[in-house]
Structure formats: structure tokens, C-alpha cells
């Protein structure tokens, strides 16, 4: 591999200077092997990039350990966590740490030391932010602190008793938030809306039951279920890296159903990895919960956000260009999956800024062991849910469809979001467009054939089989939670107004649902594409002028329609040629035109 000479990111806004997350960063050669794609230098500096290691490659010890032998904000212990302090020949630390500049944007200025528990007297000069969230104000009275049972940047978690009452006695978990810490306006408004999302989305079987949330002078108190199992983290470790494929199937199921849940809500998670899914007991089978709702966010659901959140392994390469949605959080379950089956991490580097240049440049490798050795479907889950472009990822709902995990046991395919917004590109689209989707869908595979249905049976449809804008109203409402409201989903419902006034058999939800961009993605869209205009050609290709195409296309006047259509057209006899049917599927507009001219 040649010499990489490190470009400027585009735009994490961290210098190499910066680097270090504190410690010297001397860990064990990555072990990694970043492949190069197409030939391409990864723009990956070569120190970086490492050669094989013969000691287990994955370990991530607690986020932000470093301080905590420093003196704690609270009372507990300072080495609670002990476990995760591996001798040699483990690597030392290198933790799926939070995105420096999260934590610059959370609490100010963060020294290359202190990532983000700033010292008492430090945060009493922060004046003027208002720290009352209108919690209940009795925990005291209530519960009984017990011992610490895990740390992160942001708060500490014990257990803790009810004291009186029917609970007396029980246990629950208290993540436990000082005040001190929140010393930006940033860092409040993230624990009011962590409590606002746990509130709202506690009762999925693979979340963590929210029970209440309280405040005093020091602390927000989060009371939850008390998940005695560990942390998938530990359990990866315990086993040495490998997982089976039927016992990862048995984890991503359960991570896919939650994170699928939440973004059916319009809440991303923006922190997903294996620290953050605890099992609620140390049974080999026991269920497992996402936690840490701290950086999740409601997105709604034409919206990108842009701010960079996150853990550098895990973060997906549109979260670093500031442009993101729900995508973001199936390319870190796709970091997860990787890690499952073959023990190593995807991206790697020593440095942060090398982190992200391997996720936004560089190709995993599935070449070396175990890969050849897994089944083929394995290695397509694995590749399709760390697509690079979030338009060709498979969504959450997808990859419980997938043929590697959908006759897993007994899988339930959840409602996807996505669904919605690409029926809306489509009843906004011409007739011809919808001619041609229409033709694409007839090539569909089984495969991508049994997503498609088992969306359109959960709209319920109607005897005839048939679906209207009402049984979408209902299966949504059906799954609603208050998320809902905060991401807007039921007004999303108004772009999809024209189906209010007729019905869509499943063959036009097929062509409705279908997109274009990930079949693209796929090995056989060349094909898939042949094929269709084929079907085309025989049923909805009809002579057409150039002025009725841009009509259709609804290009505005300041087009040169007769330059970028013309390849459009078969000269021959005023059919759309190939080019212009393939150009037709994808959808275009003005804008298009006028960024390609
Ligand atoms: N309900 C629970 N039951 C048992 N342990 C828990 C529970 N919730 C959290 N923990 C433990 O506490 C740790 C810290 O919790 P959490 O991840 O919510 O804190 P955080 O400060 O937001 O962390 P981070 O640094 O990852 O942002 C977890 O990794 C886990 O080990
Ligand atoms: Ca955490
Ligand atoms: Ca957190």
C-alpha cells in the first residue's frame, strides 16, 4: 500500500494536533488490515494501518476510565468497573470513546485529558443555565442507593431499593447525572430529552423499562430496570471476539427490533455499540436492552441532522459529512454485526482522524479469516447494512428481512419508515416514471419480494387487497408512541394525501415501495435493469416529444431540455431509450439538471 498523505476531513473539525483522547495512544498494531477499494490510496496514513495480530483484536474498555482514577463527582467508588482493565497481551485502552467534538460541543472546551467531567470549581463559574427539569423531587425519600454497577462520560449507575411501599425491597438501576457535569445549555437539553425518549419509548421488550426520573440540587436520578446480565461488550470479550453465526443472529435480532422500533418513532439513537446493550440476566439466552439514550435525537421523517454525535468506531460515514438520518444508526449495528462474526473491528486507527478517514474511505475486508469460512449470506447482511451511501443501506425493518436472519427463530418484520418516504417520491411522480417502477417491480426477487409483502400485510389491507391512506393512518397509529409527535410522523401522512381519493393494489405498492437506489446497490441491478426494460418496452414505453418529457419531468424553463433529454429518446421511433428509462427510475428534477450543468 502506498503512502497516504492525510487530506483535511470534511468536517469533523478535529486536527491531528488534537488527537489523543488523552493517553498516548500505543496501542498494539490495529488489526485490521484496511483493504483498498478499486485500487484507491484510502487516505490512510500507513502507521496507521496495521498488520495482523496474533492477541484477540476487539477491546473496548470503559469510555472514559482515565478520569475516573481521578477524584469522582460522587461518593462511589472510583474503580467500580474492573473488569474491563485487561493485562497484556489485550491492547491497552482503546474504547469506542465519544466523537471529541461531541464532547466540545456538550461541555465546553475539553481538554486533551479531561474528556468531560470538568472539576467543581470549573463548573461553578458556569452561571445563567437553568438546571430544573420539573422531575420529581423525593428520590430520597423513595430509594436507597446501593452499589455502583457502571460508568460512562456522562452519569453513573447503581443500584438502588425501593424503601417503602408495595416495591419495598425490589431493585431497580439509577443512572445517576451530576449537575456539575452539565455545564453547557447543549448538555442539559440532552438529559431532558434522554428522559423525554426513555419516557415515551419504554415497553419494547428490547429496551430498557423507564421507570421515573427525578432531581435535586446535585442530581438527575434516571430510575430503570435494573439489567443484571453485563454488557454485550463483556460477553464479546468473555467469548474471545467470535460468535457463532446463529448466536449473532440471536443478538442482531434483537438490536434490529428495537432500533427498527425507534425509528419508526423518529427517534435515532446516534450512540449504538455493544456498551450499549445490557442483558437483563447472566443467562446464555437472556433478553437484551438498549440503553444510554443520551445522544438520541427525534428526526422527522424528511429531515437530515447534522450534528456530529457519536463513537468514532461506530459512526457512519454521512454523520461525519453532516448529513444524516436513521441510516446512521444501521451502519453502527452493521460495525456491531462485523465485530460479532469475526472479532475484529472494521475501521480502525490509532488515532480518531484516522478512525474516520477508514470509515469514510476504506472497505472492510472479508477476505481473511473467518469470513471465507461464513455463509454467504452472512458476508451480503454484513456488506449491505455498511453501504457507505445511506440511500443503498438496508433500513432496520430490511435487515430483519434479510434471508440470513429472517427465519431466525421467530422474527417479526416491524412497519419501516421507510415505506412512507418512498411513496411519496412516487405519488409525487409522472406517470411515465411510475410506468417504469412499475415495470422494475415485476423483476423483483423473492427475496425482495417478502419485504414488500410483509409491509403491505401489516397496512393491513382490506378485503379486495387494497390499501388507502386510512389503513396507513391506522397501522401507524397503531405503533404509536409520544415519540411520534415530537418527529411528526402522523403529518407525514398529509404528502401521502392523493391516496386518500383511491386504493393501491400490492402490485403498484410494490412499484410504489420499491428503491431504486438500493437495487442498485445490488450485484444484479444491470440485470434487473435489462429485464425491466424489456417488460417496458412491451407495456408503458410510448413515443414521446422532448418538450412532453420535461413536462412530465416537471423541468422548469431555465432547462436546456433538448441537450440533457436528447440521449433520452430512441431516434428511431420517440421511445424512451435504456438510458433514459434507467435516468427516468431514478427521479429527477430541475435541481438535478442544474447541478449537472
Ligand atoms: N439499567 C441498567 N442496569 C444495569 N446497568 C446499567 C443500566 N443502565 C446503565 N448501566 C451501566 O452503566 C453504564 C453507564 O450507563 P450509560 O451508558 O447510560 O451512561 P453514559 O454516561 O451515558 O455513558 P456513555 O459514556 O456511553 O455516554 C452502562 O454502560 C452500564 O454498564
Ligand atoms: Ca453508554
Ligand atoms: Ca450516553
Not at 441532522?305 to 459529512?321: C, K, M, Q, R, T
Not at 421507510?418 to 422494475?440: D, E, Q, W
Amino acid at each position: 500500500m502506498g503512502l497516504c498523505h492525510g487530506k483535511p476531513l470534511p468536517n469533523p473539525n478535529i486536527s491531528e494536533a488534537e488527537e489523543g483522547n488523552g493517553e498516548k495512544e500505543k496501542e498494539e498494531p490495529p488489526q485490521m488490515q484496511i483493504q483498498v477499494a478499486n485500487g484507491e490510496n484510502p487516505n490512510v496514513k500507513d502507521e496507521e494501518i496495521g498488520k495482523k495480530s496474533p492477541f484477540f483484536p476487539f477491546y473496548s474498555p470503559s469510555p472514559a476510565h482515565h478520569f475516573f482514577s481521578k477524584k469522582s463527582p460522587s461518593t462511589h467508588s472510583s474503580n467500580s468497573t474492573p473488569r474491563r482493565f485487561f493485562k497484556k497481551p489485550f491492547p491497552p485502552p482503546s474504547p469506542a470513546k465519544h466523537i471529541k467534538a461531541v464532547l466540545a460541543r456538550r461541555h465546553g472546551s475539553v481538554k486533551p485529558n479531561e474528556a468531560a467531567i470538568p472539576e467543581a470549581s470549573e463548573t461553578e463559574a458556569v452561571t445563567g443555565l437553568d438546571k430544573s427539569f420539573g422531575f420529581s423531587k423525593n428520590f430520597g425519600n423513595k430509594y436507597e442507593l446501593g452499589e455502583e454497577v457502571g460508568r460512562g462520560h456522562f452519569g453513573y449507575t447503581c443500584k438502588a431499593k425501593f424503601k417503602k411501599g408495595e416495591l419495598k425491597g425490589q431493585q431497580v438501576a439509577v443512572k445517576v447525572i451530576p449537575k456539575a457535569k452539565m455545564t453547557t445549555a447543549i448538555a442539559i437539553e440532552d438529559v431532558r430529552r434522554e428522559v423525554k425518549i426513555l419516557r415515551a419509548l419504554t415497553g419494547h421488550n428490547n429496551l430498557v423499562q423507564f421507570y421515573d426520573a427525578y432531581e435535586d440540587h446535585d442530581n438527575v436520578y434516571i430510575v430503570m430496570e435494573l439489567c443484571e446480565g453485563g454488557e454485550l461488550l463483556d460477553r464479546i470479550l468473555s467469548r474471545g471476539g467470535k460468535y457463532s453465526e446463529d448466536d449473532a443472529k440471536a443478538v442482531m435480532v434483537q438490536i434490529l427490533n428495537v432500533v427498527a422500533f425507534c425509528h419508526l418513532q423518529g427517534v435515532v439513537h446516534r450512540d449504538l455499540k455493544p456498551e450499549n446493550f445490557l442483558f437483563t440476566s447472566k443467562d446464555e439466552n437472556s433478553q437484551m436492552k438498549a440503553i444510554d439514550f443520551g445522544l438520541s435525537d427525534f428526526v422527522k421523517p424528511d429531515e437530515r441532522l447534522n450534528d456530529i454525535v457519536g463513537s468514532a468506531y461506530y459512526v457512519a460515514p454521512e454523520v461525519l459529512h453532516r448529513s444524516y438520518s436513521t441510516e446512521a444508526d444501521v451502519w453502527s449495528i452493521g460495525v456491531i454485526a462485523y465485530i460479532l462474526l469475526c472479532g475484529s473491528r472494521p475501521f480502525w486507527a490509532r488515532t480518531e482522524s484516522g478512525i474516520f478517514r477508514a470509515v469514510l474511505k476504506a472497505d472492510p475486508s472479508f477476505d481473511e479469516a473467518p469470513w471465507p469460512s461464513l455463509s454467504t449470506e452472512a458476508k451480503d447482511f454484513v456488506k449491505r447494512l455498511l453501504n457507505k451511501d445511506p440511500r443503498k443501506r438496508m433500513s432496520a425493518a430490511q435487515a430483519l428481512s434479510h434471508p440470513w436472519i429472517r427465519n431466525y427463530n421467530d422474527v417479526i418484520v416491524p412497519l419501516d419508515i421507510l415505506v412512507f418516504r418512498l411513496m411519496k417520491a412516487y405519488m409525487r411522480s409522472s406517470s411515465l416514471r411510475k410506468a417504469a417502477l412499475r415495470a422494475l417491480s415485476k423483476t423483483l426477487t423473492a427475496d425482495e419480494i417478502f419485504y414488500l409483502k410483509e409491509q403491505f400485510t401489516l397496512l393491513e389491507p382490506n378485503k379486495n387487497g387494497c390499501i388507502s391512506l386510512e389503513n396507513i393512518r391506522m397501522a401507524i397509529m397503531k405503533h404509536a408512541t409520544d415519540a411520534m409527535k415530537e418527529s411528526r410522523v402522523p403529518d407525514f401522512l398529509a404528502s401521502l394525501g392523493p391516496l386518500q381519493y383511491r386504493k393501491m393494489d400490492f402490485e403498484e405498492f410494490c412499484a410504489a415501495a420499491l428503491s431504486v437506489l438500493q437495487l442498485e446497490g445490488s450485484d444484479r441491478w444491470e440485470q434487473h435493469a435489462r429485464s425491466a426494460y424489456e417488460i417496458f418496452e412491451k407495456d408503458g414505453n410510448r413515443a414521446i416529444v422532448i418538450e412532453e418529457l420535461a413536462s412530465e419531468l416537471g423541468l422548469g424553463p431555465s432547462v436546456p431540455v433538448h441537450v440533457v433529454l436528447h440521449d433520452w429518446i430512441r431516434h428511431t421511433d420517440g421511445k424512451l431509450s435504456f438510458l433514459g428509462f434507467a435516468k427516468l427510475l431514478h427521479g429527477v428534477s430541475s435541481r438535478t439538471f442544474a447541478k449537472v450543468q
